[in-house]
């Protein structure tokens, strides 16, 4: 489905030093950048739980966005990356570029996995992702959430592609096809406790070298006497 229009409000900003985007998170804010082709980058902040809000309804990163700074004239802005925090994922910071809805533009999608493998429910197989996300080519005014691959009917050992994904007709692929998208595994043998208890006795048992002595004790005795 093609992304409905988002409207989002920013607030310019002039501060850009380590202690003023700290600042600025402990006010509930999140620094951000709008980048537009030939000019140097605006710096904005937008408001954490506004944005937060937002993001929970959409599968990807990659979303456009009718962006408002100051409650000006909407800009139209893709994501280009979030910056998350490595322990808590709460966002840092949030790059923007500037585009025309009617150019050609280079994203990365989603890939939304549909069902339960064959494999998986009969088999006792496991789903092993590779991929979950492929890059395209398009019209930004053509960009979806996601694209679905239904997985359903994977069996034991089956491997669906990026060739098995279907995309709109005027997106051009740029991941390679044959990339490895899920593989269903064959399911894992786990050995009974008390086998490889045995086992590993026996081993032991077998390890273990025959001590053999130069005399018995009858013999030792009689030649001591």
Do not use: W
Not at 80 to 91: D, F, N, W
Not at 111 to 117: A, D, F, N, Y
Request: with cysteine; glycine share 8%; aromatic share 4%.
């Amino acid at each position: 489905m093609v992304q409905d229009t988002v409207t989002f409000q920013a607030e310019s900003r002039t501060a850009n030093r380590k202690s003023d985007t700290t600042s600025l998170r402990e006010d509930g804010f999140i620094p951000a950048v709008i980048y537009s082709k030939g000019q140097d980058g605006t710096t904005v902040k937008l408001n954490e739980h506004a944005f937060g809000q937002m993001m929970k309804h959409h599968s990807g990163e990659n979303l456009i966005i009718d962006l408002e700074v100051d409650g000006g004239k909407p800009q139209h802005v893709l994501i280009k990356e979030i910056q998350h925090h490595p322990l808590t994922s709460r966002v840092l910071h949030v790059d923007f570029h500037e585009i025309s809805l009617n150019r050609m533009i280079k994203v990365m999608v989603a890939v939304e996995l549909v069902g339960t493998p064959e494999g998986v429910t009969n088999g006792g197989g496991t789903l092993d992702v590779h991929t979950r996300e492929i890059e395209v080519e398009c019209k930004a005014s053509a960009l979806v959430d996601f694209l679905e691959l239904d997985v359903s009917e994977m069996k034991i050992g089956d491997n669906l592609t990026v060739a098995d994904i279907t995309i709109p007709a005027d997106y051009e692929l740029l991941t390679p096809k044959d990339q490895s998208v899920a593989v269903v595994l064959e399911p894992r043998v786990v050995a009974d406790a008390d086998e490889e208890e045995g086992e590993e006795g026996a081993a032991d048992a077998a390890g273990e070298p025959e001590v053999l002595t130069g005399a018995s004790d009858d013999e030792e005795s009689s030649e001591d006497s």
